[in-house]
């Protein structure tokens, strides 16, 4: 079911307690040389369609949240971005109606980095008003981790920025949006002796052309079988929400 297609009598009729609501949050940023700035909202908007194709009677998808938590950016320019409290307002305000509309389950399927606190700080601030709902966040290549991690060529086996991952998903979604003539390498250059260590630098700080990670490496048919992983486990959990009891 897709909320933006169904009249409010429709709406009025989905069963409450055996729906996931699936909210897509992304983001409008740069993406490097070769990739378009609507990435993140084309990417998490593939995955979370192919999850309410496969699950049309228990998923209700909402239109993708297409403004994201982006400022760490705008030093590159090409960026749209809602300031860190104004996102988490923006989500807050996004779920309240639906919670007070009585849905019992809703999972937030992130597709931006920068999203991830902004979620993790909404959903804390909603939880103590709805005690007896189910409200899950992801970002949907945390959900397909290892099955992702399996699939990269290169030396970095988790999601970077205009990387080999998201380069290879345009390939298979876009490819007419993606200047291959443009497509560099652009290794990471983490300190081993941070890992764990949050340094909060902006994309300016990390990168010469707006990429982290090995994009060279992309390819269409490895881009088709990011998108399938990445649907079947979000269905995976969407499954387990369904069956996860309300909590008191």
Known sequence: MKFAELTWPLLRAVPRDATVVLAPVAACEQHSRHLPTITDTLLVSAVAEGVEGKMPHAVLLLPTLWLGASS????????????????????????????????????????????????????RRLQPRYRNRVIA????????????????????????????????????????????????DDPPTDDPALHGVFVPDDMYQKTDHGCVGYPERASAE????????????TIAAITALLQRPLPR
């Open 222 to 233: 490895k881009g088709k079988a990011i998108i399938e992983k990445a649907v079947q486990c």
């Open 137 to 184: 966040g992801a970002a949907y290549w945390e959900l397909a981790e290892k099955e992702i991690a399996a699939l990269a060529d290169g030396p970095r086996k988790g999601m970077g920025h205009a990387c080999e991952f998201e380069t290879s998903m345009v390939l298979a979604l876009r490819p007419d949006l993606v200047r291959r003539h443009e497509i560099k």
């Open 72 to 123: 760490h950016h705008l030093r590159f320019g090409a960026t749209l971005s809602a300031e860190v409290d104004t996102h988490i307002t923006m989500l807050c305000d996004l779920l309240t109606p639906l919670l007070d509309d009585g849905y019992h389950r809703i999972l937030v399927l992130n597709g931006h980095g920068g999203n991830t606190d902004t979620i993790h700080v909404a959903l």
